[in-house]
């Protein structure tokens, strides 16, 4: 059984940190979504953390920008190159059929390419497009004075509020995809085992799912 470094200290840190506040904003989402109106008024403590949250995840999305993409050695871990793009239709299927009659991954990862096309697609779309939209909506509920009353005038509001409760939904979604994939590794545990250490474990396992 041999061991592979994939995840350095840094990561490590910002993915549980990050876990952290998703699940804490979903949380504070959810009480003020289903609390009624009283929530929404600016006294709210709930509606205090929620924003706070929000800038902390804005925070920590942008580090991880900034980590992830300002050395090319990390960045290509995340960039979709051709040979991504086909081998999309064969790590689908290992997924969907092979995984559950004792079919080999495709893939395996390794210092120089850590994630399947799969994995790419996902962590590109939600560090890229979903968190980033996520943030700009709810930044516009921020009590802005001129920019409040812009969107007031425009009706605006109420598309806004929709598309940011559009967006938690689907990182519920995501989050609940990537804690089953987290699952399939050599044991139940050992791609979280990873996320803790910084070792992925090699041999036996036909799962890849490797953190962020």
Same mark, same amino acid.
């Given at each position: 059984m041999s061991r592979l470094y994939l995840h350095p200290l840094p990561l490590r840190l910002w993915h549980w940190l990050t876990a952290a506040?998703?699940?804490?904003?979903?949380?504070?989402?959810? *009480? @003020?979504?289903? *609390?009624?109106?009283?929530?929404?008024? !600016?006294?709210? !403590?709930? @509606?205090?953390? *929620?924003?706070?949250l929000g800038l902390a995840m804005v925070a920590v999305t942008v580090s991880w920008l900034v980590y992830a993409m300002a050395d090319p050695s990390r960045r290509r871990h995340y960039m979709l190159r051709g040979r991504d793009l086909r081998g999309m239709a064969a790590q689908a299927r290992f997924y969907l059929f092979a995984m559950f009659t004792g079919g080999e991954n495709p893939f395996r990862p390794s210092a120089a390419e850590k994630y399947n096309p799969l994995q790419?697609?996902?962590?590109?779309?939600?560090?890229?497009?979903?968190? !980033?939209?996520?943030?700009?909506?709810?930044?516009?509920?921020?009590?802005? !004075?001129?920019?409040?009353d812009q969107l007031l005038s425009a009706k605006l509001i109420g598309l806004f509020d929709a598309s940011h409760v559009l967006f938690s939904y689907l990182l519920a979604l995501y989050l609940i995809v990537h804690l089953y994939m987290s699952t399939l590794g050599r044991t139940w545990f050992s791609?979280?085992?990873?996320?803790?250490?910084?070792?992925?474990?090699?041999?036996?396992?036909?799962?890849?799912?490797?953190?962020?």
């Open positions: 506040i998703v699940i804490s904003l979903l949380g504070t989402g959810l *009480h @003020l979504r289903f *609390h009624g109106i009283a929530a929404l008024t !600016p006294y709210d !403590p709930v @509606l205090r953390w *929620h924003k706070g790419k697609l996902a962590y590109g779309g939600v560090m890229f497009i979903l968190l !980033p939209l996520q943030a700009l909506t709810g930044l516009l509920f921020m009590d802005i !004075p001129l920019l409040r791609h979280i085992k990873a996320m803790i250490t910084g070792y992925e474990e090699e041999g036996g396992g036909g799962q890849d799912e490797v953190g962020q």
